[in-house]
Nanobody, 120 residues
Framework: QVQLVESVGGLVQAGGSLRLSCAAS????????IGWFRQAPGKAREFVAT????????SYADSVKGRFTISRDNAKNTVFLQMNSLKPDDTAVYYC?????????????WGQGTQVTVSS
C-alpha cells in the first residue's frame, strides 16, 4: 500500500508561480514513477506531467510544456511540480499518483487532491 499526500495548493494571480509537492510513504519510492493530473469542475481528469522512478525521464501535457517542471527527491520520498506563468485555465484540483505515462489506467494509487485557483 502506498499513501500519497499532496501539499496544500492555493490562490495565485495569473502569471504567478506555485510549487506543489507529493509525499509518498514506503521504502521503494525510487522504483516507481509519479504523475500529476488535474481536474477542473465539469471536466474529465487530465494528464499534466510524469516522472520516472530515477527522475531520468519526464513527460508533459502540451498545455503546460515550458511552464511546469516536474522533479523528485528520492531521499525525501517527494515529487514536486513547479508551476510558472500560471493561467486561469490552470485552475483545478491537482492529484499525484503512482505510475508513469499519460493515461489514467497507468496509475494505481492516488492522493486526495489539492485545489489550485488562478485568478485573472
Amino acid at each position: 500500500q502506498v499513501q500519497l499526500v499532496e501539499s496544500v495548493g492555493g490562490l495565485v494571480q495569473a502569471g504567478g508561480s506555485l510549487r506543489l509537492s507529493c509525499a509518498a510513504s514506503g521504502r521503494t519510492f525510487s522504483t516507481y514513477g509519479i504523475g500529476w493530473f488535474r481536474q477542473a469542475p465539469g471536466k474529465a481528469r487530465e494528464f499534466v506531467a510524469t516522472i520516472s522512478g530515477n527522475g531520468g525521464s519526464t513527460s508533459y501535457a502540451d498545455s503546460v510544456k515550458g511552464r511546469f517542471t516536474i522533479s523528485r527527491d528520492n531521499a525525501k520520498n517527494t515529487v514536486f511540480l513547479q508551476m510558472n506563468s500560471l493561467k486561469p485555465d490552470d485552475t483545478a484540483v491537482y492529484y499525484c499518483a503512482r505510475g508513469y505515462g499519460s493515461r489514467l489506467y497507468n496509475y494505481n494509487y492516488w492522493g486526495q487532491g489539492t485545489q489550485v485557483t488562478v485568478s485573472s
